[in-house]
């Protein structure tokens, strides 16, 4: 049985950092691309960033770009999301997915999805 489960979310100022990460358990985790995707209030699921299996390839939406940074343990069979910087706009409840094929910003193309974390930035 795949489980991915974040952790890490919690309720912070504007400008200050938090660090999720999710733990994958049930999957051969080195075999699949990961990513973050969160979900606002009232809005659709958006594609936050992107890594690929080894970890080389990341990728970015432009709203986290030069704030946020994905990566990865293969190890540890773990995906981390440092987020720096953080503004209002990032209040979410933050999920992470794996998903064994090619590249894709779309959440419905990834296989395995974590239960979410909740991220909330005042201002």
């Known amino acids: 049985q795949v489980q991915l489960v974040e952790s890490g979310g919690g309720s912070v100022q504007a400008g200050a950092s938090l660090r999720l990460s999710c733990a994958a358990s049930?999957?051969?985790?080195?075999?699949?691309?990961m990513a973050w995707f969160r979900q606002a209030p009232g809005k659709e699921r958006e594609f936050v960033a992107h890594?690929?299996?080894?970890?080389?390839?990341?990728n970015y939406a432009d709203s986290v770009k030069g704030r946020f940074t994905i990566s990865r343990d293969n190890a540890e069979n773990t995906l981390s999301l440092q987020m720096n910087s953080l503004k209002p706009d990032d209040t979410a409840v933050y999920y992470c997915?794996?998903?064994?094929?090619?590249?894709?910003?779309?959440?419905?193309?990834?296989?395995?999805w974590g239960q979410g974390t909740q991220v909330t930035v005042s201002s």
């Open positions: 890594i690929s299996r080894g970890g080389v390839v990341r």
């Open positions: 997915a794996a998903r064994n094929g090619d590249y894709s910003l779309l959440d419905r193309r990834y296989d395995y």
């Open positions: 049930g999957l051969t985790f080195a075999n699949y691309r």
